[in-house]
Structure formats: C-alpha cells, structure tokens
C-alpha cells in the first residue's frame, strides 16, 4: 500500500499562489526588527598573507622538453586514434568486409582480375593508405612546433608536475600496447 508524503512537492508547487502588489513584494524583502545597536565589527584574519611572493620554482623539464614531450603525445595519439577513424570513414558498413577481401585477392596474386564493382574499392583503399601514412608527424612538423609551444608554455608559465609528466610518457608507451584490446578481429 502506497501512501503520500504529507510535504510533497509536486503537490505544493502545484497549488494556486496570491499575487502580490510590487509595494507588498519590496516589503516582503525588507529586514524587520533588527537592531543596529548590535553588530559588532568584523573581526581581524588570525593570519595575514606573506607580503613576499614565493620564489618561483624551477620546472622538472625545462619548456622545451615539454614541448617535445606533448608534440609526441600528439602525434602517438593521432597514429594510434586517426587510421580507424578513417577506416570507418573510407569504409562505412559493407564496404570494409569487401575491402578486405579484395584486399587479400590483391596481395594473394600479382595480376589480379578486378572487376568495374571492385575499382572504386581499391582507389578507396590507396586513399586509406596515403591518408594513413601522412598521419605521423614529420621531423620538420616537430621542427615547427616545437619552437612555438614552448614559448607559450614559458610565457604562460604552464608547468605539468611530476605525476602529468609520468602519466604522459607512461601513457605513449603502454596505450599503443594496449589498444589491440579493442579492436575487432573478425
């Protein structure tokens, strides 16, 4: 047996409200029965703050090793993320299973018979491979970036700890291990 709460508030915000005049909305407002005689003033902080600033700590890696070590987590990120991204792009649903097995008739000999139904496929398959192999950043993109982020991280003063540092390197080295946990294997 199901009973209703005595306070609820669906039951409360549903019943009818009294409108009230703009003079009796400002005096529902207004403080009553104060007494200023009774206030007393704040009290002082029992601590004051340091006039001295706090010398500025030395980063554990400098700025640009910084920025070489995000310019990598970028790029691990993107070689191991971008080539199933644009598998799933290039090949939506049945496409991807007849890729493959073109795929396999392809490498399997060396003058394949390929059908008009199969040639769109294979373009589709050489423009997966070259958008495939310009994902890893080149020496001269590292060249270009590195240079820059390191300055906005020094004129920023953006500093990771020693626990982001870690998480960041231990992440590029253990995530590639770890992403064949995910991926299908049909």
């Given at each position: 047996m199901k009973t209703e709460p005595e306070n609820d508030l669906f039951k409360i915000l549903g019943e009818e409200t009294e409108a009230k005049t703009e003079q009796e909305t400002q005096?529902?407002?207004?403080?009553k029965n104060i007494d200023?005689?009774?206030?007393?003033?704040?009290?002082?902080?029992?601590?004051?703050?340091?006039?001295?600033?706090?010398?500025?700590?030395?980063?554990?890696?400098?700025?640009?090793?910084q920025a070489k070590l995000y310019i990598a987590f970028i790029d691990n990120t993107g070689q191991l993320?971008?080539?199933?991204?644009?598998?799933?792009?290039?090949?939506?649903?049945?496409?991807?299973?007849?890729?493959?097995?073109?795929?396999?008739?392809?490498?399997?000999?060396?003058?394949?018979?390929?059908?008009?139904?199969?040639?769109p496929i294979l373009k589709r398959l050489e423009l997966y491979r070259n958008l495939v192999e310009g994902v890893p950043f080149t020496d001269s993109e590292i060249e270009l970036l590195q240079p820059p982020l390191g300055a906005f991280l020094k004129k920023h003063k953006?500093?990771?700890?020693?626990?982001?540092?870690?998480?960041?390197?231990?992440?590029q080295v253990i995530v590639p291990r770890l992403m064949p946990l995910f991926m299908k294997f049909d």
């Amino acid at each position: 047996m199901k009973t209703e709460p005595e306070n609820d508030l669906f039951k409360i915000l549903g019943e009818e409200t009294e409108a009230k005049t703009e003079q009796e909305t400002q005096e529902s407002f207004e403080p009553k029965n104060i007494d200023q005689n009774n206030f007393s003033p704040e009290p002082e902080p029992a601590f004051s703050p340091s006039p001295e600033p706090e010398p500025e700590q030395e980063p554990i890696l400098s700025f640009e090793e910084q920025a070489k070590l995000y310019i990598a987590f970028i790029d691990n990120t993107g070689q191991l993320f971008l080539p199933a991204m644009y598998r799933k792009k290039i090949f939506p649903g049945e496409l991807l299973g007849k890729m493959e097995a073109i795929k396999a008739k392809v490498e399997a000999t060396k003058n394949p018979d390929i059908s008009p139904d199969e040639a769109p496929i294979l373009k589709r398959l050489e423009l997966y491979r070259n958008l495939v192999e310009g994902v890893p950043f080149t020496d001269s993109e590292i060249e270009l970036l590195q240079p820059p982020l390191g300055a906005f991280l020094k004129k920023h003063k953006m500093t990771s700890g020693p626990e982001i540092l870690l998480m960041i390197a231990a992440g590029q080295v253990i995530v590639p291990r770890l992403m064949p946990l995910f991926m299908k294997f049909d």
